[in-house]
């Protein structure tokens, strides 16, 4: 037989195929909803205040804070260097670039959790990476930061170092009292989220 | 988990490396097919010989069929695939000089370095005014700057343009190929040629 007819027997079924079945239009990037339940048992959406501060005293320039209140709550206080993007406006194309991008760490953050987990959950489950929620929210803040309480004297070294950290890093982000730091600031500090570099498209170069 | 280098899989230099052995593989099978003698590449326009429609046709359904294939068992993520930019002018223009070309010097550019490297004087001649080309339109740049930018088109797919399915357009394109094929084989009939 002819290489034509070979060709034809083999490639013209593929073809039909390839022509009957429905296109895969699955994006590997996006998560399933078992895997965006599993992350969030996980919590590592998290960043807990103090990595959060630290990296606020350090001017860690890779933390982008955005606060999802609404731009009311966010005139009356927001955390230094942060952004509002009210959840309402989350996907508006404005802010496309700040939500989907793979340079910075944002830290959503709102009063409570549940608005900040919103947040995530959808940048989430639209594939967006270096996405993450401040730990506890501003209360929380307040409570660990800005008056941070004091541990009882039985407490381990660890719990004080944490407690000297938060107290001197809420001073300088302008709350609690006066204080000296006696250690280094950055010893309880969690470390860092790291930052995912997303898939880039490449040119190639090719021809006959 | 495809494209491996976009993803990560695989670093720049595996890349370059990769594209270094296919590299050799293509010169191989190009030279092996006849690809390095210019009175065969040359047969195309004649109709004596057509190897160069059939190799090249089946080479691109061939990787056509592949892609689509990995794309519906999830290898691959087709919308992280690098396409050309299209723009329309230039690649009309480009067209007919390339084929005029090809007509004329009897090579292309990859198989005027194919006949070059087993010694034909003909290809480096060839790959000469290859050089002499790109010099031209990189000094005269500003002259068709306009028209080498003109009515630019982002990446189109023909089958987004036509409302067809990519699986069915390619079911077309292969039944066209096919066709080609056939004419091909009949041209070679009606024009032989004994000795080229």
């Known amino acids: ?208 | 988990m495809g494209p491996l280098i976009t993803n990560g899989i695989i670093s720049e230099s595996t890349n370059l490396f990769l594209a270094f052995i296919i590299g050799i593989g293509f010169g191989f099978v190009l030279e092996q097919s006849g690809f390095s003698s210019s009175r065969k590449l040359a047969g195309v326009f004649y109709g004596y010989d057509t190897v160069v429609l059939k190799v090249f046709f089946t080479a691109a359904i061939t990787a056509m069929l592949g892609l689509l294939f990995f794309s519906l068992f999830g290898w691959i993520d087709l919308s992280l695939v690098y396409v050309n930019p299209t723009y329309l002018t230039s690649a009309i223009v480009g067209g007919i000089i390339m084929g005029a070309g090809f007509i004329i010097g009897g090579y292309c550019p990859g198989t005027s370095f194919c006949g070059a490297s087993i010694g034909k004087i003909d290809g480096m001649v060839f790959i000469g005014g290859l050089f002499i080309g790109v010099l031209l339109f990189g000094l005269g740049y500003k002259l068709w700057e306009n028209l080498y930018l003109a009515k630019f088109m982002g990446s189109p797919k023909v089958s987004t343009s036509l409302g067809l399915s990519d699986g069915f357009f390619g079911l077309l394109l292969i039944l066209a190929a096919l066709g080609m094929f056939w004419v091909a084989e009949l041209a070679e009939k009606k024009f032989p040629r004994e000795e080229y």
């Open chain 1, 1 to 208: 037989m002819r290489p034509l007819k070979w060709l034809a027997i083999f490639i013209v079924p593929m073809g039909i195929i390839i022509a009957a079945v429905p296109q895969n239009t699955t994006k590997p990037y996006k998560l399933t909803a078992p895997q965006l339940l599993a992350e969030a048992n996980n919590r590592t959406q998290y960043v807990t205040p103090e990595t959060v501060a630290d990296m606020i005293v350090n001017k860690d320039p890779s933390l982008q804070l955005i606060d999802v209140r609404s731009q009311d709550e966010f005139e009356k206080f927001s955390l230094p260097g942060a952004i509002n993007i009210p959840l309402t406006d989350l996907l508006a194309e404005k802010y496309a670039d700040v939500i989907n991008q793979d340079l910075k760490t944002n830290v959503f953050y709102s009063n409570g959790t549940v608005t900040a987990n919103q947040a995530w959950m959808l940048t989430r489950q639209l594939g967006y990476a270096n996405n993450f929620v401040l730990e506890g929210g501003l209360n929380y803040w307040f409570e660990v930061i800005m008056n941070p309480g004091k541990p009882v004297t039985t407490s381990p070294d660890e719990e004080f170092a944490r407690y000297n950290f938060r107290r001197s890093a809420g001073s300088a982000l302008g709350g609690g009292g006066a204080f000296q730091a006696q250690t280094g600031q950055s010893q309880a500090a969690a470390p860092k989220p790291a930052v995912t570099t997303g898939p880039k498209k490449k040119k190639v170069a090719g021809g006959c």
